[in-house]
């Protein structure tokens, strides 16, 4: 198994422009989460996924939208990024009916926005 | 509302001295507990968690944790520092009624000197 990957790695963006941060698992796990990492904050839910279909808001969601059409993917889309939005972004996944509910974490994609 | 707690955003020891990494939690409902280790520029790497039973949860590369209610706190200890410990710990919060979304704490970043 591959876990949780993500693409790109690294991205530069300028101000107003789009992108889409990539998210996939291959352990069928029904959740899938976007957490932003900023230095001195932790680490804050922007949106999560319970299974195809069904998004919902975390903490951060202003700026981002995100879809689920496949257990597996799980994109984040900055429609007119922001220098706020500079940040590390990390992608997780779960199994629903795991009473430990751990998470699963990808390596991460640094986004500078200039 | 969940929240976390970390005193101290740097820690330093002396290789071969204890580590103590401390985490408060505020929960109105049974919490998960968890610890993850970030090394430089890399992903999270869960450590150790804590759901229900035995209140000391031993993790990976000699840590350990001990949940106490009446305290709200789950702080990380290890017995003797080794330099490769040098990197930022996380503590995270989540229950039941929340899909298992994590709260993270701000994080401390430990350094071991030698």
């Known amino acids: 198994n591959a876990g949780v990957t993500q693409t790109p790695k690294f991205q530069v963006l300028k101000t107003g422009q789009s992108m889409t941060l990539q998210c996939a698992q291959d352990m069928n796990h029904e959740y899938m989460s976007w957490y932003r990492q900023d230095p001195g904050m932790g680490l804050r839910l922007i949106h999560y996924?319970?299974?195809?279909?069904?998004?919902d808001q975390g903490e951060v969601p202003n700026g981002y939208n995100v879809s689920r059409s496949t257990t597996e993917d799980f994109p984040l889309r900055l429609l007119s990024a922001a220098p706020s939005q500079t940040s590390v972004y990390f992608c997780?996944?779960?199994?629903?009916?795991?009473?430990?509910?751990?998470?699963?974490f990808g390596p991460g994609t640094r986004l500078t926005v200039t | 509302a969940q929240s976390v707690t970390q005193l101290g955003s740097h820690v330093s020891v002396s290789e071969g001295a204890l580590v103590l990494l401390r985490c408060n939690y505020s929960s109105s409902v049974p919490p998960y507990l968890f610890w993850y280790v970030q090394y430089p520029n890399q992903g999270l790497q869960l450590l150790l968690k804590y759901t229900t039973g035995a209140t000391l949860v031993k993790g990976i590369n000699g840590f350990e944790a001990e949940f106490k209610k009446s305290e709200t706190s789950f702080h990380l200890t290890k017995p003797s520092a080794h330099m490769s410990d040098a990197a930022e710990y996380f503590c995270?919060?989540?229950?039941?009624?929340?899909?298992?979304?994590?709260?993270f704490g701000k994080g401390t970043k430990l350094s071991v000197k030698p």
């Open positions: 995270a919060v989540s229950d039941e009624g929340s899909q298992g979304n994590l709260i």
């Open positions: 996924s319970v299974g195809a279909g069904i998004t």
């Open positions: 997780a996944s779960r199994q629903l009916g795991d009473r430990s509910y751990e998470q699963y």
